[in-house]
């Protein structure tokens, strides 16, 4: 099953979009950056693929300093791949 994290740099803006993203209506989840991804502040926010470009839009409205990148998470036979998009 392939995932989309947005990654940030910063916790309190990984929260913030978070929020944001609930308050839209888009079922987002906190959680830990995996370390295969090397970048971040150690948290992201997963977005339902089916959601993704209306979740674009808000984090771009919302012009995060701190917002990495959009990325793919794959879990296959217990290795964890995540892809920049």
Known sequence: MTEVLAVFRARSQAVDCNNRLKNFGIAANLIN??????????LSVK???NLLPR???????????????????????????????
């Open 33 to 42: 950056t995996p370390k295969e991804a090397n970048v971040g502040c150690g």
């Open 47 to 49: 977005i339902p693929q």
């Open 55 to 85: 979740a674009r839009t808000i984090i771009a409205a919302a012009r995060y300093s701190a917002f990495y990148g959009y990325y793919t998470m794959q879990n296959l036979y217990g290795r964890i791949y995540v892809v920049r998009m």
